[in-house]
């Protein structure tokens, strides 16, 4: 309570120091529609030191953000397509909300009081980011758009009972703040009519380097992170938490993400075809603390994650394939990107001993996740 109050107090001095000239926007404006006729709107973050988040309906994504980088040129460093149809057709979750259930559940089947549930398996033998047709494919409304201090946009979702095979019905609300100490703030909340389980994160895949775009092999990355979760063929976790130490999945001090993705010794980085892995994030979950940061040398540009969650995935875009074609006519291949999505660990519901990703009738589910962004 002490600290949020302080960081409040930090925010709206910082604010004021700022003038209020310099306070966040929030705009609302279309953007264009889907093939059956469907209008999308989205909603521009904007603050005084350039940069802008724009957040659209489908999927409350994260469509685009604008980072300045060392000499203040501004570029756009996530992934994603230019027209929201695009987003449906060639899915990959680039800057999706994810939900109900981010990540993977073996064989897309758990037990919860006793019941056994199954959800459509659409990754091999396994369910993935919600099954067919999850959050990042759903149209969610805009409740509230607000300028500075903090600019912000609340989106939220009601996924009916049973939705692709998960129990209760499910309110969901994905908030968006961008600040003027560059800092953007999501926060996931749900509440449920019944038990059940999920996992709500945001999958940005980012590219520090933006219009420069490189490949993120020379990005240097930190996790916060001691133990992970290590994974079988298909990715699920072994119900293991092992040391990073002396392995590739040591990131406990600054690594180039490239230095150790070749290792094929090591048999999680075969499996994963690289980093595709739940990271334990050192500290309480629950409290805000810092998960990792990326850096990218040539733009300077740093990005700081801060979580609340347990775990995060941390994934560079391996199975991106070159076939699809995003914003500036580029084609993503393997490498172009770094995934870090916070959220409670792969396959929670089969592994009783990992942090629960239950939720009861009335009880709030929260994940904050802040990314900050400076140069160096
Ligand atoms: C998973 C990857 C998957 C990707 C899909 C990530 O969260 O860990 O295995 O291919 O999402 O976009």
């Known amino acids: 309570m002490h600290m949020i109050a302080k960081l409040a107090l930090g925010t709206a001095f910082l604010a004021l120091a700022a003038g209020g000239a310099d306070a966040a926007t929030a705009t609302r404006a279309p953007f ?11 909603v521009t973050l904007t603050n005084g030191h350039g940069m802008t988040a724009k957040i659209m309906t489908l999927g409350a994504t994260l469509q685009s953000l604008v980072v ?3 000499a203040g040129n501004k570029a756009d460093i996530t992934l994603g397509y230019d027209s929201a149809q695009e987003y449906l057709s060639h899915p990959d979750y680039f800057g999706a909300s994810v939900g109900r259930y981010a990540n993977r559940i073996a064989k897309g089947k758990f037990t919860l009081d006793g019941k056994t549930y199954t959800l459509a398996t659409n990754d091999g033998p396994n369910s993935l980011h919600g099954g067919l047709r999850g959050f990042d494919k759903r ?3 805009i409740d509230s758009v607000t300028s500075g201090p903090d600019a912000k946009v609340v989106l939220s979702y009601v996924s009916a009972d049973g939705e692709e ?3 209760g019905q499910l309110k969901v609300t994905a908030t968006y703040a961008l600040d003027e100490n560059n800092e953007l703030r999501l926060e996931y909340k749900a509440t449920t009519s019944k038990p059940t389980v999920l996992n709500l994160t945001n999958h940005s895949y980012f590219n520090l380097s933006g219009n420069d775009a490189r490949d993120v092999m020379g990005d240097m990355v930190t996790l916060h992170a001691a133990r992970f979760t290590p994974v079988g063929a298909t990715l699920i976790p072994t119900g293991e938490r092992r040391a990073v130490a002396g392995t590739p999945f040591d990131f406990r001090t600054p690594h180039r993400v490239g230095d150790r993705i070749r290792d094929g010794r090591d048999q999680q980085i075969r499996y994963g075809r690289g980093y595709d892995h739940n990271f334990i994030v050192d500290g309480k979950a629950g409290t805000l603390r810092p998960a990792a940061v990326v850096e990218d040398p040539v733009s300077g540009r740093v990005m700081e994650i801060s979580v609340t969650a347990p775990g995060i995935q941390f994934y560079t875009g391996n199975f991106l394939d070159g076939t699809f074609v995003g914003k500036n006519s580029r084609a993503y291949r393997q490498g172009d990107a770094i995934c870090l999505e916070p959220g409670v660990f792969p396959d929670s519901p089969n592994h009783p001993d990992f942090p629960t990703s239950r939720l009861n009738p009335g009880q709030t589910y929260t994940n904050t996740i802040v990314y900050k962004f400076s140069t160096k």
């Open 139 to 141: 149209m969610w409304k």
């Open 32 to 42: 264009g529609q889907l093939s059956d006729g469907t209008k999308i709107e989205a």
């Open 68 to 70: 300045p980088d060392k």
């Open 165 to 167: 095979g998960f129990p």
